[in-house]
């Protein structure tokens, strides 16, 4: 199912996708979809909440500056695909479902969470997590949204590199 809808909202756009278009491409009955999702946003916000969760664990490459980079790299590139782009509007666009926006945020914090991990085992003092979601997963998101460039590798790495000579590192301790 994820991937018939995937494919209908590089060809078509999300606004022009419909239970029976999607049934059709994935060879089931649209009872069936409807059955299972109810109605094409919950389809579309499951598939994009699905997109936007599901890229792997940051790698660890041995120091802050190198996982953060890294990290935003990867980020970008998923995002930066169709497939990426029209799951991100789509979860921007379910403003309503608090629910959805939650889930994809925790995802990324949870993320920086274990780089920052990473680095305090390393004698490293890390930014804060809300610093690195401003500063670096925040612009990603807001240039790849309206198509702002450049929006590549160096871009991300220059969000990374800023907030490293900018933020205040934290000691990562207690009311954080």
């Not at 598939?47 to 890229?55: F, H, I, P, Q």
């Not at 500063?135 to 969000?159: C, K």
Request: glycine share 8%.
């Amino acid at each position: 199912m994820e991937q018939a809808v995937t494919e209908l909202i590089c060809e078509r756009g999300p606004e022009q996708i419909s239970i029976p278009a999607v049934a059709a491409r994935a060879g089931v009955n649209p009872t069936s979809v409807y059955r299972r999702w109810g109605d094409v946003h919950q389809l579309l916000t499951w598939v994009a909440e699905g997109r936007l969760t599901s890229d792997s664990m940051p790698p660890d490459t041995g120091s802050l500056r190198g996982d953060l980079r890294t990290w935003a790299e990867l980020v970008l590139e998923h995002i930066s695909t169709p497939e990426g782009s029209a799951s991100l509007r789509t979860v921007v666009n379910a403003v309503g479902d608090g629910e959805v926006r939650d889930r994809c945020l925790r995802r990324r914090m949870d993320q920086i969470d274990l780089i920052r991990s990473r680095a305090r085992a390393r004698g490293e003092t890390p930014p804060d997590t809300e610093k690195v979601m401003d500063q670096v997963v925040a612009p990603l998101h807001f240039r790849v949204l309206f198509g702002i460039e450049p929006t590549d590798a160096a871009r991300a790495r220059a969000l990374v590199d800023g907030l490293l000579a900018t933020a205040p590192a934290v000691d990562g301790g207690p009311g954080e």
